[in-house]
């Protein structure tokens, strides 16, 4: 009876860890390959995150996919027991949860999705032929891809409100840049009277960019930067920029025209790589077709001037701030210009753009300034939001972060020069302890940060807790550098 009583416990702990197995799954594309490596990687993880599964800053999705991969799991797991009920006992059943709980259920998904592959290829087949046929009988709409390594999602949701000046605009919700998700968004919200489809491209492989210019056929493309990001799956940099241009490849491919390629080159790996002398590329640093200068940044946001290839400028401001969101907003000015809307047009679009929630988001809070960079941390990101950071000279500034991750060998390397970067930035260091932590810590000594002025908090509570507690009667300003740690 003991031995059945914690056999059905252990099972139901089994669950949770099941739930955050099919998370991270969903997480990884659902890529067998890729999430079997990413447990190897993580094991372990499963067995304590499983707890936070409610909390994550990208909960699980039920689509109808999970479902049917909860379903199968459940059903060979009940034939397993079955079994044991005609030919085993409850010792045998312990054993049984025991080694389904600590050893298959991080694989679970995995095994489901092998059983499910027929049945998920003839649908996924379905749906996605319907989209491409329905983006391919509107012969008239604009089709612009937008893809990068960071900014891309912030990218497009500027670039819809600006071109939604002139055009009907459909553009891929929040993070939908998977076959899937662009399939979603086609079938459920694309209307004959839509004029520009906006595509976000998100890839964790080489190819999956190429997939999805195969199923959309790009008119335009938009590579907003290439960054050390996902390097557990791509490997190396150059991988990651064969990717991206993969976007490039398949805009010339289609028109025969490089002046519809649009690239960061402030980038370095963008403009490092570039083979397209044609593209129009725009800049913050006077290398662009399109340059932004004269950038100011405070409480109230920025300002910033634009000058155009034909020499013609004009004056913006936006509630966003940093260096960060108006290389990202003058993409965005880039392509509408281009598609035919004047600069001055534009100014009132520009003013009325709203910050992207956790991307360089600022958050008043009566004598404490928060800017929420929290989304998904990356080398670039992080340098361009401590250099936003900086810009507030008159108040105490402080970094509350847990690091960065996917980033493979050089994750160490990465998060300690992250934290000398930290040191030249900010008045205090809060690290959100976690595996980054030596390292980011690291960082600071070896640029002779204060000790009393690195703080390690059990969590984000304790962090923000902390903050609240340094002395001075200053206007503080917090950065809040991704929040990992509720996933990953």
């Known amino acids: ?211 999805l210019c195969d199923m959309v056929h790009p008119d335009y493309g938009i590579v907003t930067s290439i960054g050390e990001q996902h390097l557990e799956s791509f490997k190396t940099v150059s991988n990651i920029q064969g990717t991206k241009f993969e976007l490039a490849d398949a805009v010339f491919e289609k028109t025969g ?53 034909d020499g013609s400028s004009e004056s913006f401001s936006m509630r966003l701030i940093g260096e960060h969101n108006v290389i990202n907003v003058l993409g965005a000015i880039a392509v509408s210009h281009s598609l035919g809307i004047a600069l001055k047009e534009l100014v009132l679009p520009v003013r009325r753009l709203a910050p992207v929630e956790h991307r360089l988001n600022l958050i008043s809070q009566g004598d404490m300034t928060l800017i929420d960079d929290a989304y998904n941390s990356n080398p670039s990101g992080a340098k361009a939001a401590l250099e936003t950071l900086a810009m507030f000279t008159d108040d105490i500034r402080v970094v509350v972060t847990p690091g960065m991750v996917e980033l493979g060998e050089k994750q160490e390397s990465l998060n300690r020069e992250f934290g000398s970067r930290i040191a030249e930035n900010a008045d205090y260091a809060v690290i959100v302890d976690n595996a980054n932590t030596e390292a980011i810590r690291a960082g600071l000594i070896d640029s002779s940060y204060p000790g009393d002025r690195i703080y390690v908090a059990s969590s984000f509570t304790d962090a923000m807790s902390y903050v609240r507690r340094i002395p001075g009667e200053k206007h503080k300003t917090v950065l809040i550098e991704n929040d990992l740690t509720d996933v990953f």
């Open 257 to 309: 025209d490089e002046g519809r390629i649009f690239l960061n080159y402030d980038s370095e790996y963008v403009s490092s790589y570039n083979k397209y002398e044609g593209a129009v590329r725009y800049s913050i640093k006077g290398a662009g077709n399109y340059n932004a200068s004269g950038i100011s940044t405070g409480r109230n946001g920025t300002a910033f001037t634009v000058t155009a290839p």
């Open 1 to 211: 009876m003991t031995c059945l009583i914690i056999s059905l416990v252990t099972i139901l702990y089994a669950s949770q860890v099941l739930l955050y197995a099919v998370h991270m799954f969903q997480q990884n594309g659902y890529k067998n390959k890729v999430h079997a490596k990413w447990v190897l990687s993580n094991y372990g993880r499963h067995f304590t995150k499983c707890f936070a599964e409610g909390k994550a800053k990208k909960p699980l999705v039920y689509t109808p996919r999970v479902i049917r991969l909860l379903i199968t799991t459940v059903l060979w797991f009940f034939i397993i027991c079955l079994l044991n009920r005609f030919f085993g006992n409850d010792v045998s059943l312990l054993v049984i949860a025991l080694v389904y709980t600590f050893v298959i259920a991080p694989f679970a998904p995995i095994i489901s999705n092998i059983i499910n592959q027929p049945i998920e290829r003839s649908i996924a087949k379905g749906f996605k032929d319907k989209a491409i046929k329905s983006l391919s009988e509107m012969k008239d709409i604009k089709v612009i891809g937008v893809t990068g390594s960071y900014g891309k999602t912030s990218v497009k949701f500027y670039l819809k409100e600006l071109l939604s000046a002139k055009y009907e605009v459909l553009a891929t919700p929040e993070s939908y840049n998977t076959p899937m998700g662009v399939t979603r968004t086609i079938n459920e919200m694309l209307r004959p009277t839509h004029q520009i489809f906006i595509c976000e491209m998100g890839a964790r492989n080489v190819g999956d960019i190429k997939e």
